[in-house]
């Protein structure tokens, strides 16, 4: 049998190349995991102690005051300290804003506690220098010599940058390093994340005195605490890499399924050949033994090379990176000996396992039986009748899961029944889509023509067997699907809950002088981008002591037109006031105001506070009419293109303000964040998903490949009696279309609605009203894309059938 064995593999080494190729890309997918995870945990971890080298303790969970008291106490008790952490603050170069959320931390004063490492330039000498991280400068054409304008209003800062610096760890960086005095001024907004403290004494000693005087915060030795930055930085990491292997799962069992479609197929054409073994005295043990041993080596040569494969890639991918993204601060590939030992051994499994179905059905057929044809499911047998039972239960107890989920908001449940559903599906494949492919087919007929017609008689000849390629197509399309229509619906969602919650696009407010000048409300209009805008009135009032002076404004008619949403500060009551954010001490606003103006004084209620209205408080009209005779513009309110860029209408902003001091409140850019998430999260469970279809694809052109093996004779009668070598192309053509369109169109009905239900499920708990969104756009994309790949999968199978003539075909066995 080793000889039979032998020789077999050697025969049909050609036909096992769509088997090979999707164990290939599982096993590659794991090891480029692998790879990747393993750079982004060292990048993340490499550097992190380099803040801490010369401290004795750490003490972090802080907040500015805290910190401020370490620095203060550090050279009273002969000790150096070095706060670590940012503040995220406007920056402006050369009259225009870089940002207006920009991490700037601050430089150690003791050279012994600095840990960043100088790239060009020199380190501050004075309070009014800074350096820049070298990233962020050459990004954003920032070089030594430049006046950077830190923070807005009153306690914006012009410093020169007179060097540019890099941090060893990604977890401490900063864009923008100022001294750590001047820093100081903004650390009530500075986002602490600790303060490193070498001191005299044992480090014991230097524990307890700190842990006494701070005991809300964490005191730690400096090894204990970069162990648990450590731990929390490979955290996020650890995830990705899980989430990643989740895809790769998904990748390896639609792999399962080409396989066990090539095995299916190739031993039913193979059927004659273990007959004739029988007959010459073979046992079923022995002919069982030979094929699992030929998909043993099978499955070990393609681990292998999935292997090879996916160490070359996961190299090539981090060299990627650091060479066009060295932001992400990609460490050292170390490949793990456990991931290389699983990936093998799954490979390897995978392959035996998928083969285990198909050799046992060729066992179980006797010798004069596998001269029959293969009929299929037949639904008036008693095995057809149990499989489409059993579908049938699978998909209406899915389907009454997912009821029952959408009840209760119960995510395992809605898991349970979409995959009860789809698996149901699945089984019920044999009868479904046969069905469909025919009734695809009268179409297709109207548009070839005899082509269309042989084309969908010859899919839907074997349902089992078209049942199975199609399937794996199905997995990928059903998961994309669902995904795309899902994050449209969050999208949908997100849009709404941006509206409710800042409605109002930008603003720009008089911060100096007696309010905005008539350049800059005509500059505003022409900012790019901006749609509506609305001048508000106001003037300089004095609220309660503790509050201080502010800018007082009084919303007109026109400005409700500009809101997003219904909003009370664009028309408040008469009794009402709206303060902003900066003008309550920590955020706590009184119930109620005293507003003077001049000798007029008014008590107002407090409606809200907040920064969407910009830097100003919102008044009545008829409040302010009665406060100030003669208001002067102090505001303006915008309404812009959610199209538009947000970063440069920020910085357009920033320029129109410049030489005025005005203050510019934008939510331009917490919108463009949202949606940067939410593509980023598209196009990467997407492209992951990606994986899966391209290798169901493998399957349906392994499945042609093998098809037209199968049928060279009957190609060959069929030109014989007329039909061109073009026709039998478009057959093959349609055939490949047929299988990927009917099983995109399934699959895009079964995405819509596990989407639907996991919309109902896992939002409408938070928004009562949750709609879904049908990108329509992107699943016509879906579906030219796949029945485009159809086509191109026909390609090699339509040109090798087309070359054979009808004399050398009817010779063919």
């Not at 025969?11 to 088997?19: D, F, S």
């Not at 971890?45 to 380099?50: I, P, Q, R």
């Not at 269309?452 to 010859?458: E, H, I, P, V």
Request: hydrophobic share 50%; net charge negative.
């Amino acid at each position: 049998m080793r000889t039979v064995v032998l020789a077999s593999m050697r025969r049909n080494t050609k036909r096992y190349v769509a088997a090979t190729l999707a164990v290939v890309i599982g096993v590659a997918f794991i090891i480029v995991t692998n790879a990747l995870s393993s750079a982004a945990r060292n990048g993340m971890t490499s550097g992190l102690d380099a803040p801490y080298e010369n401290a004795d303790v750490v003490v972090s969970d802080l907040d500015g005051a805290d910190a401020a008291d370490l620095l203060d106490r550090a050279p009273k008790a002969g000790a150096e300290a070095s706060m670590l952490g940012w503040a995220r603050l406007p920056v402006g170069h050369d009259g225009k804003e870089l940002s207006d959320a920009v991490d700037v931390g601050a430089l150690p004063r003791d050279d012994s506690m600095r840990w960043q490492e100088l790239v060009d330039g020199r380190f501050p000498a004075v309070d009014d220098e800074a350096v820049v991280d070298a990233n962020a400068a050459k990004g954003n054409d920032v070089r030594i010599g430049d006046t950077l304008t830190v923070g807005i209003g009153k306690e914006a800062l012009d410093v020169t940058v007179v060097g540019t610096v890099d941090s060893p760890s990604a977890m401490v960086q900063s864009a923008v390093y100022l001294t750590q005095d001047v820093q100081a001024r903004w650390l009530d907004q500075t986002m602490v994340n600790s303060v490193a403290w070498n001191g005299s004494g044992s480090v014991d000693a230097q524990i307890d005195e700190l842990s006494a005087a701070h005991p809300d915060a964490t005191v730690q030795t400096t090894d204990d605490f970069v162990a648990d930055q450590q731990k929390l930085a490979t955290n996020g990491i650890d995830v990705i890499a899980m989430v990643l292997l989740l895809f790769a799962a998904i990748a390896i069992a639609t792999s399962v399924m080409v396989i066990a479609n090539t095995f299916s197929i190739l031993f039913a054409q193979r059927t004659r050949d273990f007959a004739l073994l029988r007959c010459v005295g073979a046992t079923k043990g022995q002919v069982l033994r030979s094929i699992r041993f030929e998909a043993l080596g099978l499955g070990v040569v393609s681990s292998v090379l999935g292997l090879l494969v996916g160490s070359g890639l996961g190299l090539g991918l981090v060299a990627g990176i650091r060479s066009f993204a060295p932001s992400a601060r990609m460490g050292e590939v170390a490949f793990a000996p456990g991931w290389f030992l699983g990936a093998f051994v799954m490979g390897t499994l995978l392959t035996v396992v998928a083969s285990w179905l198909p050799t046992r059905r060729v066992i179980r057929v006797s010798p004069l039986a596998a001269l029959r044809p293969d009929t299929g499911v037949d639904a008036r047998s008693a095995a057809g009748r149990v499989q489409i039972g059993l579908g049938l239960l699978l998909v209406v107890g899915g389907v009454l899961a997912m009821a029952a989920a959408i009840s209760g908001t119960s995510v395992p449940l809605m898991l349970v029944g979409g995959v009860a559903t789809f698996f149901g599906v699945v089984v019920l494949g044999p009868t479904i889509v046969p069905a469909l492919i025919r009734l695809a087919g009268t179409l297709a007929a109207r548009v070839v023509g005899p082509p269309g017609r042989l084309a969908a008689s010859n899919a839907a000849r074997n349902p089992r067997r078209t049942a199975a390629t199609t399937a794996s197509l199905l997995v990928g399309v059903t998961l994309t699907t669902a995904v795309l229509t899902g994050l449209a619906s969050a999208r949908s969602i997100m849009d709404d809950e941006m509206d409710a919650a800042h409605p109002l696009d930008a603003s720009i407010s008089a911060t100096t002088g007696d309010g905005l000048d008539q350049e800059v409300l005509a500059d505003a209009r022409d900012v790019p981008g901006v749609e509506e805008v609305a001048e508000l009135p106001g003037t300089t009032a004095t609220l309660d002591q503790r509050i201080g002076e502010v800018r007082v404004v009084a919303p007109g008619p026109e400005a409700a037109s500009l809101m997003r949403s219904e909003t009370g500060f664009a028309s408040p009551a008469d009794d009402a006031i709206y303060l902003p954010i900066d003008a309550v001490e920590s955020g706590n606003a009184p119930d109620r105001v005293r507003i003077t103006v001049g000798g007029e004084a008014r008590t107002l209620r407090v409606q809200g506070i907040g920064e969407d209205w910009g830097n100003v408080a919102v008044v009545a009209p008829g409040t302010l009419a009665a406060l100030d005779s003669a208001p002067t513009p102090q505001a303006i309110w915008m309404r812009a293109d959610l199209d538009r860029d947000a970063e440069g209408f920020s910085g357009d902003l920033g320029a129109v303000t410049a030489a005025s001091d005005a203050s510019v409140e934008s939510t331009l850019q917490e919108r463009a964040f949202v949606d940067l998430q939410l593509n980023v999260m598209t196009g990467a469970i997407v492209g992951l998903l990606g994986i899966a279809v391209f290798i169901a694809l493998i399957g349906i052109a392994n499945t042609l490949g093998l098809s037209v093996l199968e049928r060279n004779r009957e190609n060959a009668l069929l030109r014989a009696l007329g039909l061109t070598r073009r026709q039998l192309r478009a057959t093959l053509a349609t055939e490949a279309v047929l299988l990927s369109v009917v099983a995109t169109l399934l699959g895009s009905g079964l995405g819509v609605g596990f989407a639907w239900v996991g919309v109902q499920t896992m939002l409408r708990q938070f928004v009562a009203d949750a709609p879904m969104t049908l990108p329509l756009g992107q699943l016509a994309v879906v579906v030219l894309v796949s029945a485009l790949a159809g086509l191109a999968a026909c390609v090699l199978p339509a040109r090798r059938a087309a070359k054979v003539t009808p004399a050398a075909g009817l010779a063919m066995e």
